[in-house]
C-alpha cells in the first residue's frame, strides 16, 4: 500500500484553545476513512489545516506527489487543489443564482488551458475548450445523477441534490483526494443510501481516496474501511469500524450516544 498523505504531531490553537492537539495519521491511496468525534472535537479545523484555510500552529502535512514528498501545511488553500485536493463544506457553497451546470463550469476552470486574451479575442481554442469543459461538466452531473437538472437554478435544488452538486462542483478538479465535510447531513435515509452508493460508485471509478466526517454512523460504519476519532483535539482512536466500535476510549467519548 502507498501512502498518499501523512499527518505529524499536527497542532492548531485558537487563543487559548488547543482545537487539533498532536494529530497524526497515515493515508493510504485510494482508502475511504472517516473521521468522527462528538460536536467540537476540532474534525473540521482538521480538515481546514489539510486544505489551507488555517495555517497549522506546528507539526507537518506531507502529500505525496509522484513519489515526491510535499509539505502542504500552510500553503494557500488553491495551491493545495492544484495538487489534487477536493473539498466539500459543512455549509452548502453553491452559486446559487446559477444554473446546476454553470456551478460545475465554473468549478473546471482550473483545468481550462486557454489563455484570457483568447477568451476576450473569442479565439477558436477558447470555443475549443468550452465545449470540453461543458460536456465534461454534463458527464460529471450524469456521473452524481443530476443531468437532467442542469438548467436549474441551484438554489432550487432540495438540500440532497446540492450537496451531489456539491460533491460534482469538488469532482471538477479531477482530485486523488476529496474530502467531504457532513455529506449526509439533512438528508433522509433513502438519500443517505443512494450518497453512500454515489461515495463508493466515484471513489472506485475516479480512483480516488476518501476522507469524510460523519455523524451518521450507519454511514461510517457501512462504507469507511478505517475510521480515525478526535475527542477535545485529540486523536483517540484509529482502526476498522469493527474495532471502533469496541474500542472503550471510543464508547466514553460517545457517552449515551449510539455508535
Ligand atoms: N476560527 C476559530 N476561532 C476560534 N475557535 C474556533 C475556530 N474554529 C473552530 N474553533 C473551535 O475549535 C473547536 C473545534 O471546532 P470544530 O468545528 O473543528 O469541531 P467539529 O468536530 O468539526 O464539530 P462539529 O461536529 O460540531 O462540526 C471548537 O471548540 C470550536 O469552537
Known sequence: MKTILNVKNLTKNFGG???????SMTINEGELIGLIGPNGAGKTTLFNLLTGVYEPSSGLIELMDQNKSIQI?????????NLGVARTFQNIRLFKSMTVLENVKVAM??????GTLAAILRLPTYYKEEKWVEEKAEELLKEVGLYSLRNE?????PYGK?????????LAIQPKILYLDEPAAGMNPQETKELTELIDHIREKYKLTVILIEHDMSLVMKICERIYVLNYGKMIANGTPEEIKQNE???????????
Open 73 to 81: 501545511g500552510g500553503l494557500k488553500p488553491y495551491k493545495i487543489t
Open 153 to 157: 437554478l441551484a438554489t432550487n435544488l
Open 249 to 259: 476510549f471510543v464508547v466514553k467519548a460517545y457517552l449515551g450516544e449510539e455508535i
Open 17 to 23: 484553545l488547543c482545537a487539533v492537539s498532536n494529530v
Open 109 to 114: 476552470h482550473k483545468n481550462i488551458r486557454y
Open 162 to 170: 446540492q450537496r451531489r452538486l456539491e460533491i460534482a462542483r469538488a
